[in-house]
């Protein structure tokens, strides 16, 4: 005769749960994995994007030329968005102004260097400092340039910031991604064209390490200004060649 073993309450209940948990947990799994796949495709189809609109820039601004070179016209560049600015210059002879600014921007070594937006404000702070940087306006390869070769993104909390290579995979979806950014691509849009998220990500590109220039900044020195044939100042579109003798 057959009898049906007695399970007690307590285990039953417990196996319910138990139960009830692995398939909530398989639900996650399955919902995580969906999501996965919908952000690489996302973050696939935004580089695309990025990299299509740079193209067709780049071909458009080459059919103007063309257009003005035929009726002996030429074309007036954009207004530039932003800076890059580099310090040239160490702590002997800064006022504690000037320091103080120097620290704002992150400019706390020699040949360091940031991206700034183009304003009354950064102009302000730009002309205090003046004597102790070289800046102007990059074009959008030495940006791209600069973010591959020399990107490295800050991770953690305020005090005891992580410093990683923007290459290790995960750490622009980790310090980014709560502004919907995923990829370099992206950083190097937003940086370019002054993006509504260009706050963020120059806050979460941490400033740039350039090497010394071969042969040095410019034959004077750097206590004249450019325009005087010095280093210090606005270069404005030259700073192009200043970055590529230090990237």
């Known amino acids: 005769m057959y009898i049906e073993a007695y399970v007690p309450k307590g285990i039953e209940k417990k196996k319910k749960f138990i139960e009830t948990l692995t398939n909530e947990n398989n639900k996650l799994k399955i919902k995580e994995k969906n999501n996965n ?3 690489k495709k996302y973050r696939l189809t935004q580089s695309e994007k990025y990299i299509k609109e740079n193209i067709k820039r780049k071909k458009s601004f080459i059919e103007e030329n063309r257009l ?3 009726k002996n016209k030429f074309i007036i560049p954009a207004k530039a968005k932003i800076f890059f600015v580099i310090r040239i210059r160490g702590i002997n002879g800064v006022s504690p102004r000037a320091k103080k600014i120097l620290e704002l921007l992150r400019l706390n070594q020699i040949n360091s260097g940031v991206f700034l937006k183009v304003n009354s404000s950064t102009n302000q702070m730009l002309k205090k400092i003046e004597p102790f940087v ?3 306006y990059p074009s959008l390869k030495n940006i791209k340039n600069l973010i591959k070769k020399r990107g490295f993104g800050k991770i953690g909390k305020r005090g005891s910031w992580q410093r990683k290579n923007l290459s290790e995979n995960g750490i622009i979806e980790q310090g980014l991604s709560n502004i919907g950014v995923f990829n370099l691509e992206e950083i190097i ?3 370019y064209n002054c993006g509504t998220r260009f706050r963020e990500i120059n806050n979460f590109l941490w400033p740039f390490k350039l090497k010394s220039p071969k042969k040095g900044y410019s034959n004077i020195g750097k206590n004249k200004h450019f325009v005087e044939g010095g280093a ?5 579109e030259s700073i192009n060649n ?3 003798k230090m990237n």
């Not at 210090?232 to 404005?236: L, R």
Request: aromatic share 16%.
């Open 189 to 191: 849009h937003e940086i």
């Open 242 to 244: 200043l970055i590529l």
């Open 232 to 236: 210090y100042g606005n270069w404005e």
């Open 68 to 70: 003005a070179k035929k």
């Open 37 to 39: 796949i919908r952000s």
């Open 134 to 136: 070289a800046y102007g």
